[in-house]
């Protein structure tokens, strides 16, 4: 353990005489260093740093000048010396450390600027292991940590876009204040926390560690929500660098910031229709508080949303559409004419930006791509005093070993419905119910504590669906229906029938399977088991 020592009290302000700059985005550095090369700081850089601001006709002095050694080992041992942290850690005002400084001739470095490795980068562009590892900085974290903890002296900026703060405090005060030096020092910590983390768990999928001892998540700051779920919650919208597409990374073209609440339902809409192959056929998906309340293909996108609308819309007035393929100026109009919160689609045609654009608290994001709902990946929740992580469910049901265990086998078209069904169910909150006809949902029962009611509220649904559309006859009459889970008793089963269902699937696994199967043979209903239970919390 280290002993305490009690040491003099900083000033506020602390001149910034020499800034040592090492960074891998050079973004706004040529500007940055002139504005501290005119104001009287000291230049110091490595590498291809140094190289650019001699390029700008600026003067600077090489890391190597300071310690005496070159760069050596392709560059991986430049600034681990101590003429380097020992500028960055003296404690200026003590004067066992100003003799020490003097004695092995280390000058303060009033000013750090690094920006890491690109690790990340590297790896999301599928880099192979080896090149993985040569962008794992090790220099970069080691002096940004110094610093940060010497932040009583030493600035340390991680991020470009503190440049312009660090440059208003040196032009106008001659230096850097504490307040800025601690607001910078924190943000340094994060950001080595969140770069640890990236290749932690980077190297933990590498070795196909699925638990290691020790788990971290970092991410940086996209937006400050106005609030979270609730006016009175305080949120925040981080993004990992993943490049999976979606909310995260997609581009807002137009309307108010989202919410908290759009967020997650946009994520929700999207991962839900990305199920759908936009080769094969249009899909549409109409989210509500996370909950799907419409899916469906058709022969156009236009033909999709309205059969999607037609499941349930009166839950889809302010919800959330998602489509798999670039939304057109025809399925624009449809959308148009009732009050929508987001429409996130891979692209959007000039005459959908158009039309949309006249809705202008209508917010509409382009992803550029779909996500692969077959793709790995983590999910992690928090709970108090942990965190639970799992891999994406990621299981599709067309890769699935289909059961057939009833006397009817189901025909063609409800096979293909049964698969429709169950792809939505995936992304239904369990207990999930979910009947499907001609490739749109017509009812959904979500998030109950027993399946049976999940299975009459979502016959409910439709013959209010079918009510508000003047027909005579729910949607559920000729249907096929979807569960998340096995039934545990035939009820639910039973209560699927009544409401019109003509084949089940579901993913077996009860211990009254056997009476189950029974109860479909008697009303003459076809049953699939996938195996595959699609759970969601």
Not at 198 to 218: C, H, K, Q, V
């Amino acid at each position: 353990m280290v002993s305490l020592k009690a040491h003099p009290k900083a000033a506020d302000v602390q001149r910034v005489r020499r800034a040592l700059i090492s960074v891998s985005d050079k973004t706004g550095l040529i500007e940055f260093a002139r504005a501290l090369h005119d104001a009287g700081v000291e230049l110091v850089s490595t590498g291809g740093t140094a190289k650019a601001i001699k390029d700008a006709a600026l003067p600077v002095k090489d890391v190597a000048d300071l310690t005496g050694f070159p760069e050596m080992m392709d560059g991986r041992v430049k600034t681990l010396h101590p003429t380097v942290h020992g500028g960055l850690l003296a404690i200026r005002d003590d004067a066992e450390h100003a003799a020490a400084m003097k004695e092995h001739g280390i000058g303060g470095i009033d000013l750090l600027v690094v920006n890491l490795y690109p690790f990340e980068a590297t790896v999301a562009k599928g880099a192979a292991y080896d090149e993985c590892v040569e962008n794992i900085d090790i220099g970069g974290p080691a002096m940004i940590r110094a610093a940060a903890k010497n932040h009583a002296y030493v600035a340390v900026v991680v991020d470009a876009a503190d440049y312009a703060a660090v440059l208003d405090e040196v032009k106008t005060k001659n230096g850097t204040s504490l307040a800025l030096r601690t607001k910078l020092a924190q943000k340094a910590y994060a950001r080595t926390a969140a770069y640890d983390a990236a290749i932690s768990n980077w190297m933990a999928d590498a070795l196909g560690e699925t638990a290691p001892d020790y788990r971290a998540f970092g991410g940086s700051l996209k937006q400050t929500l106005r609030y979270g779920e609730n006016p009175h919650q305080v949120a925040s919208f981080y993004v990992t660098g993943e490049k999976r597409p979606g909310v995260s990374n997609a581009e807002q073209l137009q309307g108010k910031e989202l919410s908290y609440n759009n967020i997650n339902d946009t994520d929700a809409a999207f991962e839900l229709v990305a199920e759908f192959d936009p080769k094969l056929a249009p899909a549409i998906a109409i989210i509500k508080h996370a909950n799907p309340c419409g899916v469906a293909t058709g022969e156009t996108l236009a033909d999709a949303y309205k059969k999607a609308l037609a499941c349930d819309p009166v839950s889809a007035f302010g919800g959330i559409i998602a489509s798999n393929r670039p939304l057109d100026g025809e399925t624009a109009e449809e959308i148009a004419r009732i009050f929508t919160e987001v429409i996130i689609a891979p692209d959007a045609d000039e005459d959908a930006r158009r039309i949309i654009g006249a809705k202008k608290n209508l917010r509409l994001l382009i992803t550029h791509g779909l996500p692969d709902a077959g793709s790995p990946g983590l999910y992690y929740k928090s709970v108090a005093g942990g965190m639970l992580v799992q891999s994406r469910d990621n299981g599709r049901v067309d890769a699935l070993d289909l059961k057939v265990v009833t006397k009817r086998a189901p025909s063609q078209q409800e096979m293909e419905d049964l698969k429709f069904a169950f792809r939505v169910c995936k992304h239904v909150k369990s207990n999930a119910i979910v009947y499907v006809r001609n490739g749109a949902t017509v009812g959904i029962g979500a998030g109950q504590m027993s399946r049976v009611d999940s299975a009459r509220i979502a016959a409910r649904k439709a013959q209010d669906a079918a009510e508000a559309a003047g027909e005579k006859t729910p949607a559920t009459i000729g249907s096929v229906v979807a569960s998340d889970a096995f039934f545990p008793f035939a009820d639910g089963l039973l209560s699927a029938a009544e409401a019109g269902a003509t084949a089940v699937i579901q993913p077996g696994g009860s211990v009254r399977d056997d009476e189950v199967i029974a109860a479909a043979d008697e009303k003459n209903l076809a049953m699939v088991m996938t195996g595959m239970r699609h759970f969601r919390h």
